[in-house]
């Protein structure tokens, strides 16, 4: 079973930047392919960046390309999601999940496993 927690979410100003992490335990971790979603208040949950096991293939949502990146350290059991540009309208829960299927999936039920969410507030 593979256990992930995730951190670094809070408040920001709109424009500014947040690092998520996502901190993983269990066999294998870097054979996981990892996909950070979100979920707003009154919104469906919604795809936000995913990343391969190696790292080498990433995906991004249109909504947050070029303002997000996903990478990931496999000896430190660890993905992160760079924020930059916030926007007040991406106050949601962030939620990091994993699953040992090939490449990426912005599909949330491919995912197996999943974080308990944390919370990132962006005010204007």
């Known amino acids: 079973q593979v256990q992930l927690v995730e951190s670094g979410g809070g408040l920001v100003q709109a424009g500014g930047s947040l690092r998520l992490s996502c901190a993983a335990s269990?066999?294998?971790?870097?054979?996981?392919?990892v996909g950070w979603f979100r979920q707003a208040p009154g919104k469906e949950r919604e795809f936000v960046a995913a990343?391969?096991?190696?790292?080498?293939?990433?995906s991004y949502a249109d909504s947050v390309k070029g303002r997000f990146t996903i990478s990931r350290d496999n000896a430190k059991n660890t993905v992160f999601l760079r924020m930059s540009s916030l926007k007040a309208e991406e106050t949601a829960v962030y939620y990091c999940?994993?699953?040992?299927?090939?490449?990426?999936?912005?599909?949330?039920?491919?995912?197996?496993?999943w974080g308990q969410g944390t919370q990132v507030t962006v005010s204007s």
């Open positions: 990343i391969s096991w190696a790292g080498g293939i990433t």
């Open positions: 269990g066999l294998s971790f870097s054979r996981y392919r």
């Open positions: 999940a994993a699953d040992s299927g090939g490449s990426v999936s912005s599909r949330s039920s491919e995912y197996d496993y």
